[in-house]
């Protein structure tokens, strides 16, 4: 099997975790009802996961790093199907949570140690690449994955979703034990070490980036399927192609954000992603019962959203270039701090205020990032000048 079809395989493994985690956006209204509880609870579920997430796969990740990686992602996935299974099978919204906290510690095992792993088997000068085909599985679930998800739960139950999820974990892990060779496991970084990174300023800045923009996008998108149907009144019929809309637009604005990175560097594609996201933001409030204005503005959200994601993943890289590994691995765990932030703000403002407050929300968010972005420009520009000083 050549290697490139083997990273192709850690791809659709990062797709189903990916479903896993996105799913219930697409799906909270259901969820909520199911439980007999409010979208502000049911939107708790991705606020757990994340958070979850976030903290449990660096420690997991340090502790786990001289393990073969083969062995790895084989224990994590066998996690990620177990917790998918009680997620199908256990009644209530109480062990439906246990079910999602099993679930995060898997997800991050195997989002982590298949994009190891695919650097590792890749041929030589092809390792950026491999590792970019691996996230673009992760981020096809938002194109496929949830609008998928969505049309399951309305022909199976929503339920039916992760019963789904496991059977073809269960596959993925029989493929993989023959797919992937045995790899040798890592030179552990201590934990401390890596988060020493954190007391720096310029990192700190560039990491609060991530938080605001992903935290402010993670407001209105945790409860956009309530939003377009009791808000928009879009109608269910429609509601997943305006969510498949979004996932193809996700994918776009990658591209074209990478693309535009190239060309006219970091700060002019993140200050044109950020100020055009929240314009889009502010105008899903605005063309609420226009079917037509509705899907065009979430064309455009979707894109400006994610045209941000592989710029900023750059941006940090660029940031402690000697420490541009740590520095990912730091991103991956704010990213999901950034959506369980959202998600539980989310959450609270439709409790306090209303449901047609989200999108207001997410644009604040937005725009403490770009704030954050111009404050971390200067320190650069005020560096750079330093620099020149000293040299003469």
Do not use: C
């Not at 990273?7 to 799906?27: D, H, K, M, N, P």
């Not at 994955?145 to 019963?163: C, E, H, N, Q, Y």
């Not at 992903?214 to 945790?222: D, F, P, Q, R, V």
Request: aromatic share 8%; hydrophobic share 55%.
């Amino acid at each position: 099997m050549s290697s490139s079809l083997k990273v192709y395989i850690l791809a659709i493994v990062s797709f189903l975790v990916g479903t896993s985690e996105y799913i219930l956006s697409g799906i909270l209204d259901k969820v909520a009802g199911s439980f007999d509880v409010s979208l502000a609870a049911a939107g708790q579920l991705i606020t757990i996961f994340s958070l979850v997430y976030a903290i449990f796969t660096p420690i997991l990740m340090a502790v786990t790093a001289s393990m073969d990686r083969r062995k790895l992602i084989i224990i994590g996935l066998g996690i990620f199907v177990f917790s998918n299974i009680l997620a199908f099978t256990l009644p209530g919204y109480g062990l439906f949570v246990v079910a999602r906290i099993i679930m995060a510690i898997g997800a991050g095992i195997v989002v982590v140690t298949a994009l190891n792993i695919a650097a590792k088997i890749a041929p030589a000068g092809k390792q950026a690449s491999a590792i970019a085909t691996v996230v673009m599985g992760f981020t096809a679930s938002l194109i496929v994955g949830v609008p998928l998800g969505r049309i399951t739960a309305d022909t199976l139950g929503w339920k039916s979703v992760f019963g789904g999820i496991a059977l073809l974990g269960i596959i993925a892990m029989i493929i993989l034990s023959f797919a992937i060779p045995r790899i040798k496991g890592d030179t552990p970084i201590p934990l401390r070490q890596q988060l020493s990174l954190l007391k720096k300023p310029k990192v700190a800045l560039g990491l609060s980036i991530t938080f605001f923009w992903l935290g402010g996008y993670s407001i209105a998108y945790t409860y956009l399927s309530p939003y377009l149907l009791e808000v928009s009144e879009l109608g269910d019929k429609y509601l997943s192609g305006a969510l498949l809309i979004f996932g193809i637009a996700s994918m776009i604005g990658s591209k074209i954000g990478g693309f535009s990175t190239d060309r006219w560097g970091v700060h002019r594609t993140l200050s044109v992603g950020l100020a055009l996201h929240i314009v889009m933001l502010i105008l899903l409030s605005v063309v609420t019962h226009t079917l037509l204005g509705v899907m065009i503005v979430l064309l455009l959200w979707s894109f400006s959203a994610w045209s941000s994601g592989p710029t900023q993943q750059y941006h940090l890289t660029t940031i402690e270039p000697e420490a541009s590994g740590v520095m990912l691995g730091l991103n991956q765990s704010m990213m999901q701090l950034a959506m369980a932030a959202g998600a539980g703000v989310g959450g609270i403002a439709i409790e306090t205020i209303s449901l047609t407050s989200i999108p207001w929300m997410g644009a604040v968010g937005i725009a403490i990032a770009i704030f954050a972005l111009v404050i971390l420009n200067k320190m650069n520009t005020v560096t750079k000048v330093n620099s020149s000083i000293n040299y003469k």
